[in-house]
């Protein structure tokens, strides 16, 4: 399994968004653990100090009191009025309200996995994300067949990827690293494997990484490719999967054009090496059970050709 390179948490912010729901959480749970640390304390002072001891009359009845009614209202009142008012000013601050700027990156949730496009260019990937840090991006969120939620924790806010449904996310990262997140609504049986990685890097570095994405696919005229690239064809990959700048155009499953530039494949849940590639391919649903990719039964020398092809995909 894949280490993940950060804490996974709401309480390590790496994004300006991240920050202030960081801060709306720590006003709240101070202000909770204040309540309840005050509610506890004089239960266990009343306990203790009007205990009844034996012999002890019924004690004064008190009917009512206006001011302490007044107080039991007013107090929780304001209390609720003032977090309320925090919490919309925070979802203010974190969701866009007009959408007339051209988003940085389009993210379309897909059982089980992340198609990644960037408007304006014709790179398409699979659920690694590029995005430059220290720079205000906004986000797409879309789906297509089931309801999928983006959150990564570092990040602050969730949003749901609706099928029919365009959502928009406000996103600033703090500084070039690695950011996990996941699916955060359940989506069928590989929906606890449905991981997101924001890889952030310095603008040079983005604009680098989109340059080259950008390309067709960078196939080497080599003999020991040309055996996997015809079973890509022939075992019908190519009908299911994009390798741009060949005749492999499908839009099912992700795009293959950079595979082998990818750190992790499955959702980012495996490191991506021959190995595991060639255990997912020979046979998908028993390492991904539920998936759509069905198994194609190829000898095991053909199976490695077609490693060995996807794995020059750089
Ligand atoms: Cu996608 Cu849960």
């Known amino acids: 399994m894949f280490k993940p390179v950060m804490d996974i948490s709401i309480f390590n912010p790496q994004s300006e968004s991240g920050w202030r729901l960081y801060h709306l959480d ?3 749970i101070i202000a909770s653990s204040f309540i309840l640390l005050l509610v506890i304390g004089l239960l266990i002072y009343i306990a203790l100090k009007f205990r009844a001891k034996p012999n002890d009359a019924e004690p004064k009845q008190i009917k009512n009191n206006k001011l302490i009614e007044a107080l039991m209202i007013g107090i929780p009142f304001i209390m609720v009025s003032f977090f309320f008012y925090l919490t919309i000013k925070t979802m203010k601050e974190t969701e866009p309200i007009t959408h007339n700027e051209t ?59 609706i099928p029919g449904l365009v959502n928009y996310l406000w996103l600033k990262i703090d500084k070039p690293g690695i950011y996990e997140g996941a699916c955060s609504e359940f989506c069928g049986k590989q929906h606890s494997k449905m991981r997101i990685r924001v890889i952030a890097q310095t603008q040079e570095n983005y604009q680098k990484w989109l340059t080259e994405n950008a390309k067709t696919a960078n196939i080497a005229i080599d003999s020991s490719l040309i055996k996997g690239a015809a079973i890509f064809q022939k075992a019908s ?78």
């Not at 993210?107 to 720079?135: C, D, F, M």
């Not at 939620?149 to 806010?157: H, I, K, L």
Request: glycine fraction near 6%; hydrophobic fraction near 40%; charge should be positive.
């Open 237 to 314: 990959c190519a009908g299911c999967h994009q390798i741009r700048g060949t005749m492999a155009n499908g839009n099912v499953g992700p795009d293959l054009t950079h595979l082998a530039s990818r750190q992790t494949i499955l959702s980012g849940t495996v490191k991506n090496t021959t190995e595991n590639l060639y255990r997912f391919i020979d046979n998908p649903n028993k390492i991904k059970p539920g998936v759509n990719m069905p198994r194609f039964f190829l000898q095991q020398d053909s199976l490695k050709a077609l490693v060995t092809y996807l794995h020059s995909l750089k």
């Open 26 to 28: 720590i006003y709240f």
């Open 103 to 161: 988003p940085t990156v389009e993210i379309n949730g897909r059982q089980w996995w992340w198609q990644v496009s960037y408007p304006g260019t014709s790179v398409v990937t699979a659920n690694e994300i590029h995005l430059p840090a220290n720079k205000k991006v906004l986000l797409k969120l879309t789906a297509s067949d089931v309801i999928h939620d983006w959150w990564v924790p570092s990040f602050g806010p969730k949003m749901d990827m």
